[in-house]
């Protein structure tokens, strides 16, 4: 099938690219150019493993990007890949998908085959009937059937994102229209999962639902690693316990610092927002954002207790991505600690594998160093707030501390004399 992607963004780039895979060919639209130019030749924006090598062998073949929206005209199916960041008032903006399903409107206009408009991006229940489909077409200025709309949300987890393409849970497609259901599920011939089919509303809300629900079991974990901590209970062994009960599951019931990220934050924000719009109280949800900020700052609590005063001291933090394999930062738990650090005078030396240049966006006044080893040398205390594996390998690097104060936020160490925030 021949394909139209609006946003090079991480979920824009990862399903072009997987499509590709998949034999449709795919026009990717990215307005910012040197963004664009980067991908032309092969280059990903950011660290996903086996993106870069995806783009290579479809590029110039069935993979095609381009700064014009009217080289969509002639798919039969255009993606809305663009991001939803959340609004001062913890609310979704809307103002790129507004923009893009304009465009997209303008760029079918003379177009006489039907097309299939379909929303990716995460988005509140009701947006693409009522913002998405009728910007479409106003700008498209016919009414005469030839466009249907879809939403299929994506469930794609950072660092593994394309393994998750491939090998999904489910596939959701909501939908007004059969012919708009026919053709998403097409797309997907060749993958083996179960399709799930609903109105376009409820497939917008099973992708809130599911990120909210995530982020409560993470943030219920935390909790009972809180009490567990208090009583010299092991929390990951209690975890252990209640994981293999079938109705839980042991995923996302690893206590620690917290979850970040670029979805879970900003959905729980978004889904509270809904809620309390519609006249309803979210008292759960606000729970889980609570806990969520405040679990960090418990390792700043648990440090000065160890060393005392901070001002002076030197502190590495190990890990500044929000999890491992990739380079993305927004949301890192690292960034309160950071942040808390530097407000107490802590001269804060970091090591990410990946994310040094992200972080230093961010902070450009703390020190940043090649390798964990280095960063260690003459601090006072260590801080692990990323799950990387390599940190698991960690031991003798630990001795050029001044002192053996590490405290972790995920539990990866392997080492002596480590201490879980929660554990």
Known sequence: MRISIIGAGYVGLVTAACFSELGHEVHLVEIDREKAGAIDRGIAPFHEPGLEALLKKHLLRNLE???EYQEIAGSECTFICVGTPSSPDGSADLCFIRSAAHSIGDALKG?????????????????????????????FGRQDGLITFAMNPEFLREGRAVEDFFHPDRIVIGYSEDIACRKVAALYDGIDAPIVTSGLEAAEMIKYASNAFLAAKISFSNEIGNICKRLGIDVYEVMRGVGLDTRISPQFLNAGAGFGGSCFPKDVSALIHLAESIGEEPRILKSVMEVNEHQAFRMITMLESRIGDLCGKQVAVLGLAFKDNTDDVRDSRAIPVISALVD???????????????????????????????????????????????????????????????????RILTCKEKEGICW
Not at 111 to 139: C, F, I, L, N
Not at 373 to 378: D, F, K, S, Y
Not at 383 to 405: G, H, I, N, Y
């Open 65 to 67: 990007i381009t700064c």
């Open 111 to 139: 177009e006489g085959d039907p097309h299939t408009v379909v929303v990716k991006s995460t988005v509140p229940p009701g947006t693409t009937r009522t913002v998405v489909a009728p910007a479409v077409m106003e700008a």
């Open 344 to 410: 107490r005078g802590a001269v804060v030396r970091a090591f990410d594998p990946l994310a040094n240049t992200a972080m230093a966006r961010i902070f450009p006044g703390i020190n940043y160093y090649g390798s964990a080893e280095e960063a260690l040398t003459g601090a006072d205390a260590c801080l692990v707030m990323t799950e990387w594996p390599e940190f698991a390998q960690l031991e003798d690097e630990f001795d050029r501390m001044k002192s053996r104060v590490i405290i972790e936020g995920r």
